[in-house]
């Protein structure tokens, strides 16, 4: 697939933007470390300021809306997991990780097809082993699915929903589960190794089934099929993206966020970019 250099399309910096996703007619997305929840146009470039969604005095993980309440959403956010609304009020279902032995927060998250909400913990200092990935189920019962992990991102879902990706960042590695009905793992395997000065971050699954992963300190997205095989490359003009998903009216343009974090002196960093793909990719499922 021959693709395009990613192009700016919002004239704003986030320090660590991440988990962009598109709900139901807009683009969101976060910044990690000033806890702000934005949304952007995805229908031309701009350069406004953000239009910011809600803030809150923690960091703000990850987002997925909560079905049936419209302005609410589900948060990976502080230590824990809320409800987040609009201006910025949380509403806490669980500090999961406020009594951890080390500094922790939450990071990437995501719901599955079956409207369960996968969000996971690290260390501030990057503690090896210290995070985990929970789940939660449509009625708030919160599961420690996978322990001993250090920085995870994703999660992201096969088109049939039997299989979950997670990126091992601070290992280079992404494994790949299959997940039961009952939103159980197996004991996983790994799908992809990359070069160890490269860190996969966040990533989606597009309608024909590759896995699409920000490379973070690799300034590219990589698609892989199903075997795991690179099959594209999307170039950026910063060194750090970190999350990409598939926006716009017929959902077939590949928006990516990137973090300035550690890249005072890059211009480019921390700005959103998208660009146009010959695929489709589901919008974002719903909690619940």
């Keep these: 697939m021959e693709i395009d250099e990613a192009t700016a399309w919002s004239g704003y910096r986030c320090e660590l933007g991440e988990g962009i996703r598109w709900t139901g007619e807009r683009l969101v997305h976060v910044d990690i470390l ?17 239009t ?4 809150v005095d923690v960091p703000l993980g990850a987002v997925a809306p909560w079905h049936g309440r419209p302005g609410s959403r589900i948060a990976a956010v502080g230590t824990g997991i809320a409800m987040i609304t609009e201006p910025g009020e949380l509403r806490w279902i669980d500090n999961i990780a406020d009594d951890a032995p080390t500094p922790m ?20 200092d990057n503690t090896p082993g210290a995070g985990g990935l929970y789940r939660v189920d449509p009625d708030g019962t919160i599961t420690l699915a996978l322990s001993g992990l250090t920085v995870a991102n994703g999660p992201a879902f096969s088109t049939d929903g039997r299989t979950m990706y997670l990126a091992s960042s601070t290992d280079g590695r992404i494994d790949v589960y299959t997940l039961e009905d009952d939103g159980t793992l197996d004991v996983g395997r790994q799908f992809v190794q990359l070069d160890p000065s490269l860190s996969p971050d966040g990533m989606t699954v597009d309608d024909h089934g590759y896995l699409w992963v920000a490379i973070w300190d690799g300034s590219a997205v990589h698609r892989y099929d199903p075997d795991g095989e690179l099959d594209t490359t999307v170039w950026l003009p910063t060194s750090r993206p970190t999350s990409c998903w598939f926006g716009g009216p017929g959902r077939d343009r590949l928006f990516i966020t990137t973090a300035a974090y550690g890249l005072a002196d890059d211009d480019a960093a921390g700005r959103v970019y998208a660009v146009d793909v010959d695929v489709t990719g589901p919008p974002a499922g719903a909690f619940g």
Excluded: Y
């Excluded at 806890?35 to 701009?46: C, K, N």
């Excluded at 927060?105 to 501030?124: E, L, Q």
């Design 52 to 55: 910011v969604l809600a803030t």
């Design 34 to 50: 000033s806890g702000r929840l934005m949304t952007l146009s995805d229908a031309e470039p701009t350069s406004k300021p953000p």
């Design 105 to 124: 927060r939450m990071n990437d998250g995501v719901c599955d097809r079956a409207g369960r909400f996968w969000a996971a913990s690290m260390a501030h």
